[in-house]
């Protein structure tokens, strides 16, 4: 059982490119969400996806674009990088939306420089 | 006030000793509470969940303390293998699917 999978684990950018960060998770759970990693500032919300089919955004969105393409896999899109979005990136799925159900299960993470 | 905060650490522990740290929350209407362990360069692992009553899992103990609203993590006879870092988590709004809150973790080192 994978759990949840992400690709790649590192990758290098130059501003201005663009890339997908990819993410399945193969545990059925309904959720999905895409969390940064910065040091001194602790995990914080990209975006999340409470069902296929839908998602919003989290607490720093701005710089990202997200699709849920299915129940199994949500990515997470860079259009124009900036050094602003080096950073570890996380995808964590949950099982449902309220109460101590919604443990979060997280990929291996993909660090990502922008230089 | 931030929505989680803790204290970064880090703190340094002798083996076998007993370490508590607590962990605050700004939002009173908030339901759900975690701990996740992190090692280094990996990701956040679920270390338990924190029940109103208070709740233990081997050596560790959570506890939930809605009045002063902040939750607390303790390890007895601490491992060498308890050295890493140890974020909170918080789930804050009722129904939705918006994930969780985390502090941004204290540091634990457990020395031989």
Redesign the interface.
């Known amino acids: 059982n994978a759990g949840v999978t992400q690709t790649p684990k590192f990758q290098v950018l130059k501003t201005g490119q663009s890339m997908t960060l990819q993410c399945a998770q193969d545990m059925n759970h309904?959720?999905m969400?895409w969390?940064r990693q910065d040091p001194?500032?602790?995990?914080r919300?990209i975006y999340?996806s409470?069902?296929e089919g839908t998602t919003?955004k989290?607490e720093v969105p701005n710089g990202y674009n997200v699709s849920r393409l299915n129940k199994r896999e949500f990515s997470l899109r860079l259009e124009s990088a900036a050094p602003s979005q080096t950073s570890v990136y996380?995808c964590?799925s949950?099982e449902?939306?309220?109460?101590?159900l919604?443990?979060?299960?997280?990929?291996?993470?993909t660090q990502l420089s922008v230089l | 006030r931030k929505e989680v905060e803790q204290d970064p650490g880090p703190f340094n522990v002798p083996e076998g000793a007993t370490v508590a740290f607590n962990c605050t929350y700004s939002n009173s209407a908030s339901q759900s509470f975690f701990w996740y362990r992190q090692d280094c360069r990996k990701e956040p692992k679920l270390l338990m969940s924190v029940y109103s009553s208070g709740n233990e899992d081997g050596r560790f103990t959570a506890q939930l303390n809605r009045a002063s609203q902040y939750i607390s993590l303790l390890i007895r006879d601490s491992k060498l293998s308890d050295s890493a870092t140890y974020l909170c988590a918080v789930k804050n709004s009722g129904g939705g699917a918006d994930g969780l809150t985390f502090g941004k973790g204290t540091h634990l080192i457990i020395q031989p």
């Open positions: 309904n959720s969400y969390y001194g500032m602790g995990l919300l999340y409470a069902s919003d989290g996380f964590a949950s449902v939306g309220t109460g101590h919604e443990k979060l299960f997280f990929g291996s993470g």
